[in-house]
Nanobody, 121 residues
Framework: QVRLVESGGGLVQAGGSLRLSCVASGLTFRSYAMAWFRQTPGKEREFVAGISWSGDSYADSVKGRFTISRDNVENTVYLQMNNLKTDDTAVYYC????????????????WGQGTQVTVSS
């Protein structure tokens, strides 16, 4: 059974930092593209950052502030979020997909339960 478990969310002031973690089990972690998506009420889920063997990619809204990384020994993917803005407030989801999944959420097979990030002004 595949499980993705996120942690690290919370409440932070604008300009602050948070580091999200996602621990995967039940899959051959190194074979999967990993990504972070986020969603706010009434809006579609949006791609934040992704990482695979070919490199990493970011949404324009977070480029230069967020960094995605992975540890294929610990089966963990991270999202370091710096200089947070109120617009970053959302539930953040970790996802695992086939190589080349890119920014398309339908290409991701497995999802975590989400972790809330709230940025106050």
């Amino acid at each position: 059974q595949v499980r993705l478990v996120e942690s690290g969310g919370g409440l932070v002031q604008a300009g602050g930092s948070l580091r999200l973690s996602c621990v995967a089990s039940g899959l051959t972690f190194r074979s999967y593209a990993m990504a972070w998506f986020r969603q706010t009420p009434g809006k579609e889920r949006e791609f934040v950052a992704g990482i695979s063997w070919s490199g990493d990619s970011y949404a324009d809204s977070v480029k230069g502030r967020f960094t995605i990384s992975r540890d294929n020994v610990e089966n963990t993917v991270y999202l370091q979020m710096n200089n947070l803005k109120t617009d970053d407030t959302a539930v953040y989801y970790c996802a695992a997909g086939t190589p080349g999944a890119g920014r398309r959420d339908y290409r991701y097979n497995y999802w975590g339960q989400g972790t809330q990030v709230t940025v106050s002004s």
